[in-house]
């Protein structure tokens, strides 16, 4: 089992800047690639950004130029940084996790099917 906490969620002035962490711990050796998602009020969860062991990063349109994912694999810790925000950015947002499926390393993904394991969420609210 892996077990994922979220944090640096918050309240702040559009065009600002918030870091979202999310430390992994437990199985944290059977993790293949790590994403977030977030889920804005009114609306279905969808995914935000993703990286992969090897430094492979995706990310959704919307949030491309703005927002930069990186895991440091030493504190197992994922991060969300998020520059330029929008009152379009509110909502909360999920770290996930996905386990390894062989000896080979995948490319991420932000397929909602393909998690294994969720975070409890931190609030993220950006005001015009």
């Known amino acids: 089992q892996v077990q994922l906490v979220e944090s640096g969620g918050g309240s702040v002035q559009a065009g600002g800047s918030l870091r979202l962490s999310c430390a992994a711990s437990?199985?944290?050796?059977?993790?293949?690639?790590m994403s977030w998602f977030r889920q804005g009020p009114g609306n279905e969860r969808d995914g935000v950004a993703a990286v992969g062991g090897v430094g492979s990063r995706i990310y959704a349109d919307s949030v491309k130029g703005r927002f930069t994912i990186s895991l440091d694999t030493a504190k197992n810790t994922l991060y969300l940084q998020m520059n330029s925000l929008k009152p379009e950015d509110t909502g909360m947002y999920y770290c996930a996790a996905t386990r390894k499926t062989g000896p080979y390393r995948n490319m991420p993904t932000m397929a909602q099917h393909l998690v294994h394991y969720w975070g409890q969420g931190t609030q993220v609210t950006v005001s015009s």
């Open positions: 437990g199985a944290t050796d059977e993790i293949d690639y």
